[in-house]
């Protein structure tokens, strides 16, 4: 990207837009259909051949969603990109379209829970897929496990609750000399603030329920890629395990791009005065969050992400009593799971942390996800609540 901001905005409010009826409308049509005709079978025969360049169902293309891809893989950098009906849609079917039976996968320590669930429990094992996990924070570990079974490196840099980050650009340029494919989940950075592509992996992956979509109304997924790999995913996993969006629910995250900016730079720019405030109290004995000169790994995090978002974990000197009624309490900060919609939110770690259940977070953590209120409604909100730990 040569001017990134006149680009930025190119992408998400013009490429793709111009109608060729001869009316102007702002936003696209909506193309809410399941199927497309033909008028004579020559078309038809053409259009058949090629279900990926052609509308013929709504399983594989349709106007509005090929819309939205055109939008993704241009802000990622990428050849193309596909859209799913959720995050771990996409997700599964980047991994799955690289690996057959026998074949190694790497991935790091602690990614999103269900990525996890799909590699090591319920899935791949059933496949005889193998899978080690790695402290992604060391290169040396990652490259070190690879055999020459390896198949796909799987990143997610940074995680969405320590926040731990991999180094991309020395971990592809490995990855390709020794044809293994990598895969990241770039969800927590978006676009604008990680490519990803840039730094040399092959494929990036969003739920696009969170930041992308924006105003927690849709569950979407999107990977992006090379043209070949994305024609690979497109005719196997994509058509036969059908995991595909709505055209509705393409048009919202279409719409929900409009603002990504603004969001992205208002979350952004809130968490900071709610980390200053933050680092005042001694109840909170940890922050993690990659943009932050206490971070081990700060200078990565300024080598390879613009900035970093609004989801950040607190450690609290507290006990889960405490921190319930910290959470009971507070007003602006919801507790859910999710992130990255326009309302704040917060989850206790203690909602899923137990004794005897294995985790590697412990129970008195606290995550935030930064909505669209001000900074001092939400640091207010913390701080009538602090009495509590
Ligand atoms: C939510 C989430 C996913 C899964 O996305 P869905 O759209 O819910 O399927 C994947 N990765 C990360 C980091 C997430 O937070």
């Excluded at 259009?47 to 293309?61: D, L, P």
């Excluded at 055999?147 to 390709?176: C, G, M």
Aim: aromatic letters at 10%.
């Amino acid at each position: 990207m040569n001017d990134e901001r006149l680009n930025i905005s190119y992408i998400i409010n013009i490429l793709g837009e111009n109608e060729p009826q001869g009316i102007h409308p702002v936003t696209p049509p909506l193309y809410q259909t399941s199927n497309f005709y033909f008028s004579s079978v020559e078309q038809f025969r053409t259009a058949i051949s090629n279900e990926k360049e052609n509308c013929v169902y709504s399983r594989g293309n349709n106007p509005t969603l090929s819309l939205l891809c055109l939008k993704l893989a241009a802000l990622e950098g990428a050849d193309e990109a596909l859209v799913f009906g959720s995050g771990m849609a996409a997700i599964s079917s980047a991994i799955l379209s690289n690996l057959s039976t026998g074949d190694h996968v790497i991935c790091v320590q602690n990614p999103y829970s269900w990525t996890n669930t799909l590699l090591n429990t319920n899935i791949l094992p059933r496949f005889g897929v193998s899978v080690s996990m790695v402290d992604g924070r060391s290169t040396e570990a990652i490259l070190g496990t690879v055999r020459s079974e390896t198949r796909v490196i799987y990143l997610e840099s940074p995680n969405s609750w320590t926040f731990e980050l991999q180094d991309l650009k020395a971990i592809s340029e490995f990855a390709r000399a020794h044809k293994i494919i990598t895969i990241i989940d770039n969800s927590y950075s978006t676009p604008l603030y990680q490519q990803p592509i840039s730094l040399g992996i092959d494929l990036v992956v969003h739920t696009a329920s969170k930041y992308l979509g924006g105003h927690s109304d849709v569950v979407a997924g999107v990977c992006c890629g090379s043209k070949e790999l994305i024609a690979k995913i497109f005719a196997n996993e994509f058509l036969t395990l059908g995991g595909i969006l709505s055209p509705f629910n393409a048009w919202l995250i279409l719409r929900g791009l409009r603002t990504l900016p603004v969001r992205m730079e208002h979350v952004s720019r809130v968490t900071q005065q709610i980390l200053a405030y933050l680092k005042t109290q001694s109840k909170v004995t940890r922050i993690y969050y990659p943009d932050m000169p206490e971070n081990e790994q700060y200078e990565l995090s300024k080598s390879q992400m613009k900035k970093s978002s609004g989801l950040f974990t607190i450690e609290l000197d507290a006990g889960t009593e405490a921190i319930e009624a910290f959470c009971n309490n507070l007003t602006y900060w919801r507790m859910a799971v999710s992130w990255g919609g326009f309302e704040s939110l917060v989850i206790p770690s203690c909602t899923f942390v137990r004794p005897g259940l294995y985790s590697a977070l412990t129970p008195n953590l606290l995550r935030f996800s930064v909505g669209l209120e001000d900074a001092d409604t939400l640091i207010q909100d913390i701080d009538q609540n602090m009495k509590f730990l």
